[in-house]
């Protein structure tokens, strides 16, 4: 039984206004106040000054992009003080579990059980660019999170932080090294000068009995915990579906396991609210059939990539390369020439897997990929790229109404969808117990063949190449780019 109003104990739907640009880009890289600007060059200096952060030098980029160190400032209201002191914290305790290894090595089998029973990305964005998750809690039975649990407790990663945390750090190790720098890189966003720092998320309670929810406590206030101490905001809100007649109990406590800052971005939906709210915030393409849209997913599902981000893509050759592409581990390297080159990380049957699984090209701007203090240290490591350079420049198409360059395909020629790299072998990264289904994404065009709905967005600011500078730009490793070439 669901609800057919809102009752008295829960959040209405956000207002109408939310939905725009003008809304999130408040306290965000580009669109600062002068008080917020000086807020940050304080923070900057006395990280610096403490040993915590390195800034750009004429031939070094910065340790941290700006994007990231924004976020530390916004979840403490742009106080440099309490920014640096959670900032500080989370360089120790990243320091502390290994977390650049940890990403690097986790057993895929491992990361793809945890991106079970956690958020997952639908591979869409909402009206304003940021990627949305969907989080099915109904599927989290008893039998499935004993098997977690037993799994968890016998896997091989080790660090001072219990094993079931460590895999909950690498499926935040994706948002904000995979999915938000794919988000911000791609062309024809709103606001192309911001970084996508965000998620938004649909969580559907439906079928969830009480016994469940309290048996899910802990493994909810993980999730929460770990967002709110190391990966501050990184949420935009939570929309919550198919609340049952006893939410109110639920609610009540649900209150008390996260802190007001969390709690203050959960909005509960009754059923008639929840396809006007949904659109409000995503294209109707975008969102989940079960909710009233046109997408074909849910959770267990590959990421189903909008037309938008797959015209500007070349996934490598293989059967099962875009399902480990968009449901493994992968971190970003700047590879130049206007492209960005997705490398496929973790471990499979105990061998390190390092090998270019896909390039993203014709950039919105100069905004590549993840915080440069997640490539620190290794200097020396090498790529397994296939026989050929997996991704040349005959893949690149030059986006409508912009000069093609040397070897660029013309519009006329432009795809219309993944384009897949000639002599790629990425077979070694194939988990052959988990086949891609028969008509998998690959296999059908999709239907959704443009960019979001347009929507009102504030005017971008005129000092633009302060605003376009290493937000979301790694460095260029020469022995990473090498391997690629």
């Not at 439906?206 to 929810?213: A, D, P």
């Not at 000069?403 to 790629?424: L, R, Y």
């Amino acid at each position: 039984m669901t609800m057919d109003a809102a009752p008295d104990y829960q959040h209405r739907p956000p207002p109408a206004e939310a939905a725009s640009a003008e809304a999130r880009l408040k306290g965000h890289l580009g669109h600062l106040t002068s008080g917020e600007e000086s807020a940050f060059e304080e923070f900057r200096k006395l990280a610096a000054k403490e040993g915590f952060y390195n800034p750009a030098t004429d031939d070094k980029k910065a340790s941290h992009d700006d994007g990231t160190l924004i976020r530390y400032l916004r979840a403490r209201k742009f106080v440099p003080q309490e920014a640096f002191a959670q900032f500080k914290d989370t360089e120790i305790w990243r320091k502390d579990n290994d977390l650049d290894a940890l990403y690097e090595k986790i057993d895929i089998h491992d990361y793809q059980e945890a991106r079970s029973v956690y958020p997952q990305w639908t591979g869409r964005r909402d009206r304003r660019g940021i990627p949305v998750y969907l989080y099915e809690v109904g599927k989290l039975d008893s039998k499935k999170m004993i098997a977690y649990s037993s799994s968890t407790s016998k896997s091989k990663e080790k660090g001072p932080s219990p094993s079931r945390m460590l895999r909950l750090f690498a499926l935040y190790e994706n948002l904000t090294r995979f999915v938000m720098p794919l988000c911000s890189a791609v062309p024809g966003r709103p606001n192309p000068e911001t970084p996508v720092d965000q998620s938004n998320n649909i969580v559907d309670i439906s079928h969830v009995g009480l016994k469940q929810f309290w048996n899910l406590k802990s493994h909810m206030q993980d999730a929460s915990t770990l967002a709110t101490a190391h990966y501050p905001e990184t949420l935009d809100r939570i929309f919550i579906i198919g609340a049952p007649s006893f939410f109110p109990t639920v609610w009540g406590w649900i209150k008390k396991w996260f802190d007001p800052i969390t709690t203050s971005k959960i909005f509960i939906l009754s059923h008639k609210q929840v396809l006007p709210t949904l659109i409000s915030f995503i294209d109707i393409a975008n969102i989940p059939m079960k909710y009233g849209g046109e997408l074909d997913f849910e959770c267990g599902k590959t990421p189903v990539l909008d037309q938008q981000v797959r015209d500007c893509l070349s996934i490598a050759a293989g059967s099962d390369a875009e399902r480990l592409f968009l449901s493994a581990p992968v971190r970003w390297i700047d590879a130049g020439d206007d492209e960005m080159t997705a490398l496929g990380v973790g471990s499979i049957d105990g061998k390190q897997r390092k090998e270019a699984v896909a390039t993203l090209h014709s950039l919105a701007v100069r905004v590549a990929t993840s915080s440069s203090r997640h490539t620190q240290g290794q200097g020396t490591e090498t790529v397994g790229a296939p026989a050929s350079r997996p991704f040349t420049h005959h893949n690149q198409t030059a986006l409508p109404g912009r000069p093609a360059s040397k070897g660029q395909a013309t519009p006329s020629s432009q795809p219309t969808g993944i384009q897949p790299a000639s002599n790629a072998d990425l077979s070694v990264a194939s988990l052959h117990d988990q086949p891609v289904p028969a008509g998998g994404v690959l296999q059908h065009h999709l239907q959704n063949g443009g960019p979001p709905e347009k929507i009102s967005m504030p005017t971008p600011p005129a000092q633009m190449e302060r605003t376009k500078t290493d937000f979301f730009t790694p460095p260029s490793d020469p022995s990473e780019i090498k391997t690629l070439e």
